[in-house]
């Protein structure tokens, strides 16, 4: 009681990671959801639908020593990316450890640090151009030698 949603995250894997995903469309507000393994579809708990919904950063991590599990995460990663764009998306992986190695020399600090920073903020436009309609500045090629 009193937390504010932002102030919440969601963490699941494997299953968890697919139940994560699919919570998504009921807790659009929370400050965001990392997913460790996801895949399409675990025993009917689909991921691709939470994602394709999501306006909260994600983390998606997944191991290499299965093949399946990280294309279907890259995939899933593939579709929040087009959904959200750039910044919001974070995908993390190991091609040294897999399973709970992974987790245990990879993932523990890099979630705690994405949940201080979930999301990396806009580029700015440029603020020293004032007129957009007018044409850039000449670059100045007097020190160039001619060739």
């Known amino acids: 009681k009193g937390v504010k949603p932002s102030n919440i995250f969601i963490l699941g894997s494997g299953l968890g990671a697919n ?3 699919s919570s998504i469309a009921f807790n659009n507000d929370v400050g965001g959801a990392a997913m460790i393994s996801p895949t399409s579809n675990i025993r009917d708990v689909l991921a691709i639908p939470g994602v ?3 306006k909260i950063p994600l983390l998606i991590a ?3 020593d299965s093949k399946k ?3 279907e995460a ?3 990663r593939n579709i929040a990316f087009l959904q959200q764009g750039a910044g919001r998306i974070t995908f993390l992986t190991a091609f040294d450890k897999d399973g709970t190695d992974m987790i245990d020399a990879y993932l523990i600090p890099n979630i705690i640090a994405w949940v201080k920073v979930p999301a990396f903020p806009g580029v ?3 603020s020293l151009n004032n007129n957009a309609d007018a ?4 670059a100045d090629i007097s020190g160039i030698p001619d060739l």
Do not use: G, N, R
């Open 19 to 21: 139940v994560a995903a």
């Open 52 to 54: 394709k919904v999501s």
């Open 62 to 64: 997944a191991a290499p």
């Open 69 to 71: 599990i990280f294309l």
């Open 74 to 76: 890259s995939l899933i």
């Open 124 to 126: 700015k436009e440029d």
């Open 135 to 138: 044409p850039p500045p000449a």
